[in-house]
């Protein structure tokens, strides 16, 4: 089983509509999860971190579900710009080090 | 302004020859990172460094090299050794372990 793992998509959604992508993680010790953004042939750019306790901004809300492992990204009312890759990332320390694993990554297209 | 520069933006290696990849960050940050992204892939992690002078091995150091002399500069060398080096690579940085990653342009190799 893969560490971090998400469907690929693609995910093809009309404008205004309402989407929702999982990331499962394998390592239950994992302590810190976020979203990312990453536009064709571009760096990817920080969505949003995954709290425990589930957090919203603006169009976008992230959980996390330990008992199951994944965290979850919920886009309401989709535009044409949210048209892109999203990556989620999980953390956890092994050691004493950092262990960072990304997902492979979902690609959402917004549709007019 | 603060953030991550990465150069050069497009670099072309013949084989046999090493070719050394720039990363420099102005946001203080304790730990940076190098990944590599294959076309239709997701990240991977090749070094990280989580202080000055000291760097640990990502899940593909083969055929790389990292030094960190300095808490603003981390650069990779991609050697002879690395029989596929053609990819995107991004340098990150985060103000600690497990906290958020930032990340410059990217770098793009070609192998002539």
């Known amino acids: 089983r893969k560490e971090v793992e998400q469907d690929p998509g693609p995910f093809n959604v009309p404008e205004g509509a309402t989407v929702a992508f999982n990331c499962t993680y394998s390592?239950?010790?994992?302590?810190?999860f976020f979203w990312y953004r990453q536009d064709c042939r571009k760096e990817p750019k920080l969505l949003m971190s995954v709290y425990s306790s589930g957090n919203e901004d603006g169009r976008f809300t992230a959980q996390l579900n330990r008992a199951s492992q994944y965290i979850s990204l919920l886009i309401r009312d989709s535009k044409l710009s949210d048209s892109a890759t999203y990556l989620c990332?999980?953390?956890?320390?092994?050691?004493?080090?950092?262990?960072?694993?990304f997902g492979t990554g979902t690609k959402l297209q917004v549709i007019p | 302004d603060g953030g991550i520069t990465q150069s050069p933006k497009y670099l072309f290696r013949k084989e046999g020859q090493n070719v050394t990849l720039s990363c420099e960050q102005n946001?203080?940050?304790?730990?940076m990172y190098w990944y590599r992204q294959d076309p239709g892939q997701g990240l991977r992690l090749i070094y990280y460094s989580q202080i000055v002078n000291d760097f640990q091995k990502g899940d593909i150091a083969e055929g790389y090299s990292v030094s960190r002399e300095k808490k603003e500069s981390f650069p990779l060398t991609v050697t002879s050794a690395q029989k596929n080096p053609t990819a995107f690579y991004l340098c990150a940085s985060s103000i600690a372990p497990l906290e958020t990653q930032y990340f410059g342009p990217g770098t793009r190799l070609l192998v002539l």
């Open positions: 946001l203080n940050h304790d730990a």
């Open positions: 990332v999980v953390n956890y320390n092994s050691g004493g080090y950092q262990k960072v694993t």
């Open positions: 390592n239950s010790a994992s302590q810190s």
